[in-house]
């Protein structure tokens, strides 16, 4: 469509604010003494007196008293903006002569320090009660449940505007988020052409108009050819924007004469400040309805659009809150992380936004719908995504214009696109599929005459079909606001897990802190004591005098030793779960070779990973089974050995841990076979049992035990590093 008619239409004068339709008549009078400053040529219909001569007087002395009454309370009430409204209405009886009087109904507003009355022509109160009945008894219905579907409520108010009216036809127009109008309800005569699901494009409503509409939510035309009345007076400061008998634009005028009709009113239904629709009537003959009625039906409507809102957030937020709990629901299983999530975690807000495909993740892990990613290389969505990533948000419901690669694929034109939060590079791209389809217009949008250079109103109202392509439907502010509301709740989510995470480790790094605090004090007291015990072996090696005694207590201190020196380690390394195998060997093996004689020469070559760990549980058979090897091969093995040498080995496989002790010793072959008892042998073959460990024993060139930890059995094995 062109944009011309569109921006020429908001330069068009909407109306003429020095006239008056002949229906109604103007009259302005000081707030503060009541003098007349301006009229209606037309008020001479009434008057019998020439509209200049009733300039300067008080109004009081042309209506009876009663009615002055009714004029004081209004200014009264318009001083002190007691009741909050803008215009008031009121009967009100004129008596220009001594001999006659006239009822009509009048419509009040301000002006600066002016107030306004309009003077209706015609006056008929026979119809009031059944009118007030009729919309007093479907006030009562508007809040009842049948009614939280806006379509039947569109039906039902344009059904009851053309009962109370008798127009033509009654209408109501919705304007989009393109503010483009789109007939969703109808009321009519059988002889009226049907206009539903027809769309009005939006030049046909300016905004300039859009705008007086959210000020004047009544407007009426009795008859498009009407004749035109000046005001006289004092009309330069004059803001007529609540006028209802004022001119209205020659352009409008002829716009409804090319529909043709003849006479039209109109009320707006008003969202957020927004003209969000009007219920439009048509007659084909001049019409006129009574101030009364437009009045009743105008508070009726602003009742309507009250609850347009209403169930739009009931729709829209309490429906779509539960949609939003299951989703941040599967978020939080995920761990708080989107590249985790599935394609079926999003099929729940398929409810709140209508979208085909999902693309997630961030510039690690890109998932993309199934359906989707068999249409379209990686590649593409990657440099789609870097192309409309800039933003924070980014929608569109002609995406091909940003991507030449797409044109060839039906799958994708609407895209919206939202960056959650830049630290994680996380996003989340809601798809739409092309939509081809044929809008029924009422009459060429394009059609507008032109004269002398000049645009007028479209001439041609007859249906008009458009067929769109290359577009998905366009991403409605609900749903824009919606996806926003995702990504809020996204974000806030992350930041409480953040939040407790860091809190819960700070309270574990202190728990930690109090215990290394506590095994520290109980590891240095359990090396005091045995330091303690050691010394009591002392003295007791001291004080015997039999060398077999001495003997068995330098061994008993020995073990005892190096369980002192597990308890050291762990105290210098300050941790007190796992133990460095290579270095606790290494301390121990130190040790041991310091209290024989003779071990200058023996070399123990130590082939255990570097930074190999193993669980405090373990840790002490190890140490003792290392202790015994050694002790024992000291004391046996190397009678007459020149280079004496004892290795420690650690091997590891898929299945399991060698873990092997040899000598070169004189070895000892039968020990094991001949079932000969030995404490060191019976203490080492505990300690592999308690690990739940194998061995083998190799007695032949030297002493070689070899020990098979299986990874299946020992789960101890997952702590090494």
């Not at 009886?93 to 009048?106: D, G, H, P, T």
């Not at 004749?227 to 007529?240: A, C, N, R, S």
């Not at 060839?408 to 092309?434: H, P, Q, T, Y």
């Not at 974000?491 to 409480?496: A, G, I, L, N, T």
Request: charged letters at 25%; proline letters at 2%.
């Amino acid at each position: 469509m062109s944009s011309n008619p569109f921006s020429y239409c908001e330069n068009l004068k909407t109306s003429d604010f020095s006239y008056v339709q002949e229906f109604g008549i103007f009259l302005a009078f000081k707030k503060h003494d009541f003098t007349i400053v301006s009229l209606s040529e037309n008020i001479e219909n009434i008057a019998n007196l020439k509209a200049s001569l009733l300039i300067g007087k008080n109004i009081s002395a042309y209506v009876i008293d009663d009615s002055f009454e009714k004029i004081k309370n209004i200014a009264l009430n318009f001083q002190e903006n007691s009741n909050n409204l803008n215009y008031y209405i009121a009967e009100i009886k004129f008596c220009f002569s001594e001999n006659s009087s006239v009822l009509k109904e009048c419509y009040f507003y301000q002006n600066e320090n002016l107030i306004i009355i309009e003077i209706f022509n015609e006056y008929r109160a026979k119809d009031n009660d059944i009118v007030t009945g009729l919309v007093s008894n479907f006030n009562r219905f508007i809040s009842t449940p049948q009614y939280d579907d806006n379509e039947k409520l569109v039906h039902d108010i344009c059904k009851l505007v053309k009962e109370i009216t008798n127009y033509d036809r009654v209408y109501y127009c919705h304007f989009g988020e393109d503010e483009h109008g789109y007939v969703i309800g109808e009321a009519k005569s059988d002889t009226c052409e049907s206009i539903l699901h027809h769309h009005f494009p939006a030049s046909d409503v300016p905004f300039t108009v859009r705008n007086l509409y959210l000020t004047n939510r009544m407007r009426i035309i009795p008859n498009a050819n009407y004749k035109e009345f000046k005001i006289i007076g004092e009309i330069e400061q004059f803001k007529l924007d609540l006028s209802l008998v004022r001119t209205i634009g020659k352009t409008h005028i002829q716009y409804i004469k090319n529909m043709g009709i003849s006479s039209s009113a109109s009320f707006s239904v008003i969202s957020g400040n927004r003209l969000a629709g009007l219920i439009g009537c048509h007659n084909y003959t001049p019409k006129e309805i009574s101030l009364f009625i437009m009045n009743k039906l105008s508070n009726l409507i602003e009742h309507i659009s009250t609850k347009f809102e209403i169930n739009n957030l009931k729709k829209n937020n309490i429906y779509r809150d539960d949609i939003l709990k299951e989703f941040i629901g599967h978020f939080v299983n995920c761990n708080f992380h989107l590249q985790n999530m599935r394609e079926t975690h999003f099929e729940c807000l398929k409810n709140a936004i209508k979208f085909d495909y999902i693309i997630f993740g961030n510039s690690n892990k890109i998932n993309i719908s199934d359906k989707l990613k068999n249409n379209i290389p990686l590649s593409e969505i990657k440099k789609l995504i870097t192309e409309l990533n800039k933003e924070k948000i980014f929608f569109t419901n002609e995406v091909k214009k940003y991507n030449n690669f797409l044109n060839g694929i039906s799958d994708i034109s609407g895209v919206m696109l939202f960056n959650i939060e830049e630290k994680f590079g996380d996003f989340i791209m809601l798809v739409r599929k092309e939509q081809i389809e044929t809008v029924k217009w009422s009459g060429n949008p394009n059609d507008y005459s032109e004269s002398n250079g000049q645009i007028g109103p479209r001439k041609s109202f007859d249906t008009w079909y458009q067929e769109v392509k290359s577009k998905s439907e366009v991403w409605s502010k609900s749903d824009i606001f919606y996806f926003e509301k995702i990504k809020s709740l996204i974000s806030e989510e992350r930041s409480k897990y953040l939040s407790n995470l860091e809190i819960n480790n700070q309270i574990l790094q202190e728990k930690n802190r109090q215990i290394e605090i506590l095994l520290s004090e109980v590891h240095h007291r359990v090396k005091n004591n045995l330091s303690i015990l050691n010394a009591l072996f002392d003295w007791k090696i001291r004080e015997s005098g039999i060398s077999e005694v001495t003997s068995t207590l330098k061994e008993m201190k020995s073990r005892v030793t190096s369980i002192s020196l597990l308890h050291e380690s762990l105290y210098q390394e300050n941790n007190y779960g796992v133990l460095d195998l290579k270095k606790y060997i290494q301390n121990l093996s130190i040790f041991t070779k310091s209290i024989y004689k003779d071990t200058k020469n023996l070399d123990i070559n130590i082939k255990i990973p570097n930074n190999t760990k193993i669980p405090l549980q373990q840790s002490l058979p190890f140490g003792l089974i290392v202790h015994e090897f050694i002790t024992n091969s000291i004391k046996y093995a190397f009678k007459s050995i020149e280079k004496p040498l004892i290795i420690i080995d650690w091997k590891e496989s898929d299945q399991y841990v060698l873990f092997s002790l040899s000598d070169n010793g004189i070895g000892c072959k039968d020990l094991i076979k001949e079932g000969r008892k030995s404490i060191g042998i019976e203490l080492i073959k505990m300690l592999i049992k308690q690990l739940d460990g194998l061995f083998e024993w190799d007695g032949e060139n030297g002493v070689k035990i070899e020990i098979k930890f299986f990874k299946r059995k020992c789960s101890w094995l997952e702590m090494k590093t």
